[in-house]
């Protein structure tokens, strides 16, 4: 991401606990600063892309962090995805201090950050979103600004709820068809072009297949996003029992030491549950 | 279908109990006959299309049945969705009497009847199903021979349990973006486009939006193959936690009297369980 914004024009001065990774970017064009109040000394516009709620909280409101550097009129903009209510929180912190923010999640995965090629779901003050367009634009393609503070995380937290639908509804309709001996490769060519048809269908559901489990995206990584998914619907008192289900079906992929694998490890669970593996072959 | 089949040039003979159908029928080409038992003496293929497991058997199997009336050489071809057991259990009774069975559900809905653009997956002796493909390609157009008897219930299961694990998947999602006041035209176009995406998403999501709950598929024909389907996942000693919350889910719609209703009303049981409405504006 640093990369396509020096590649864009912008001047960067960039941030980051792991040497190596600054000393590749100050090769590539930016200015390593010492702390990320020196990064908001430097800047007009500070962008955070942190793992979770607490690591943004600290590095923008923490000693140190990016307000204690900041003037009023500044901007930040957080592309992590955290909690939509810690998004509005910090916001309303940086506003007391005449200080911007946008929450900006992402989807699109590493190979999007490194192609510029991002989603980009974007919550807070439409005139601060409209001034900062130039720079998400170097950053992704598909730009959306979806209302105040919260509201571009909430969006990327609905998204993750569907996408892991999918994939627990293409585990069940193969687990079915695996143990009942259907020829699996005609059975996903059937259901991938109707009704049943999804992404997830036809871009894990192959992986599933061919045990193939190297990530895309992370057990691990999907697994923090339910977390905050269920904890903002926690909030707002609303169940979602579907979602809540497959956390847990994600936990056991977890307890079998795949937190690193690809999402298409959910099949894992439900093969484990059933005593039988997709590739086992005829009735058992 | 029986329309579909005239207009292909075949000579059609039918029965159904209900009279003015037939009359139809009969206007547009067709012979009627007394019973499924004289039914099959005219014939050496004989079509049934009927509500379930139980009702095939019966028509199939019992006094004035089709097999009553059957000379070996024959074929049955079942388009009905039926339990793949009860399917199999035919396909034995028939050829005990040297008839060929196929088990043939479709996916298409009444457009598809009505154009004759059907998808029909197809169980049964490989030769048998070679024999009939003019009769099957007068009334689909996806015809995919999906193997031994059983095989094409079995897929039209598998199909359905992914169908409505994106339907809920749908439903979890867009509820937590009404829930916390999201712009859900907006959402929904936003989450569409990527990596949530499926069919049931464009097609079912904007009628949950739009509050038009018309069928569709029918919800009380939802559950028929979730029952179905969890049945046959039980003879084969297979959980499917997400297909039974589901069916359990679509229970309280049709406790709500929607059993009529298209299966985009599962979301009226999430609803009722946040007591929010998808249209009930900003946070409540």
Not at 182 to 189: A, F, H, I, T, W
Not at 240 to 253: D, N
Request: charged share 20%.
């Amino acid at each position: 991401m640093v990369r396509n914004l020096l590649k864009a024009g912008f001047k960067v001065t960039t941030y980051g606990r792991r040497k190596p990774v600054v000393d590749e970017l100050v090769s590539a064009g930016a200015v390593a600063a010492g702390s990320p109040s020196e990064t908001a000394q430097a800047s007009d516009v500070v962008i955070t892309m942190l793992p979770d709620s607490p690591d943004v909280k600290e590095v923008v409101t923490g000693e140190n962090g990016i307000l204690q550097g900041a003037r009023p009129g500044m901007t930040v903009i957080d592309m992590s995805t955290i909690s939509p209510s810690v998004a509005r929180e910090i916001a309303e912190l940086a506003a007391s201090k005449g200080v911007d923010f946008l929450d900006a999640p992402v989807s699109g995965g590493e190979k999007g950050a490194v192609e510029g090629t991002l989603s980009i779901m974007v919550g807070g003050r439409q005139e601060v979103y409209e001034k900062c367009l130039p720079i998400l634009q170097a950053l992704g393609k598909t730009i959306i600004y979806m209302g105040e503070s919260g509201m571009g995380q909430t969006t990327k937290l609905c998204n993750q709820i569907i996408c892991v639908g999918n994939i627990l509804a293409a585990c069940e309709g193969l687990m079915l068809g695996a143990k009942a001996g259907l020829d699996m490769e005609k059975l996903l060519s059937v259901v991938s072009a109707g009704a049943a048809g999804s992404w997830m269908l036809s871009n894990l559901a192959p992986k599933m297949l061919q045990r193939d489990f190297e990530p895309g995206f992370k057990v691990k990584l999907q697994q923090k996003d339910l977390r905050l998914a269920l904890a903002a619907a926690e909030e707002l008192k609303l169940p979602l029992p579907g979602t809540s289900l497959i956390h847990q079906l994600f936990r056991a992929v977890q307890a079998a030491g795949m937190d690193e694998k690809g999402t298409q490890a959910l099949i894992t669970a439900l093969e484990k549950l059933a005593e039988h593996k997709m590739d086992d072959g005829e009735t058992s």
